[in-house]
Nanobody, 111 residues
Framework: QVQLVESGGGLVQPGGSLRLSCTASGRTFSSYVMGWYRQAPGKQRELVGF???????NYADSVRGRLTISRDNAKNTMYLQMNSLKPEDTDVYYCNSADVWGQGTLVTVSS
């Protein structure tokens, strides 16, 4: 069974940091683009950023300079390093690759 599993979400204060992980199983994703998305209740899912198989990254303007995507193909895992977090970063974060979605992990930024 091909699946993506996110982890690392939680509660963090404004200005804090978190690192999310997205681990793949059932197939090797090393040759695929992998992306992070986020979605708030009642809103559309939006792209946070993506990373190609060669390591090229691109980000939404709202997170550029604060969030960093990386991947470890040997571990079949993608990461999202989140720094200088703001309350508006509160969302459920999803990873995606090759039309496979994870179940999401909740990030809450609040004092």
């Amino acid at each position: 069974q091909v699946q993506l599993v996110e982890s690392g979400g939680g509660l963090v204060q404004p200005g804090g940091s978190l690192r999310l992980s997205c681990t793949a199983s059932g197939r090797t994703f090393s040759s695929y683009v992998m992306g992070w998305y986020r979605q708030a209740p009642g809103k559309q899912r939006e792209l946070v950023g993506f990373i190609t198989s060669g390591g090229f990254t691109n980000y939404a303007d709202s997170v550029r300079g604060r969030l960093t995507i990386s991947r470890d193909n040997a571990k079949n895992t993608m990461y999202l390093q989140m720094n200088s977090l703001k309350p508006e970063d509160t969302d459920v974060y999803y990873c995606n690759s090759a039309d496979v979605w994870g179940q999401g992990t909740l990030v809450t930024v609040s004092s």
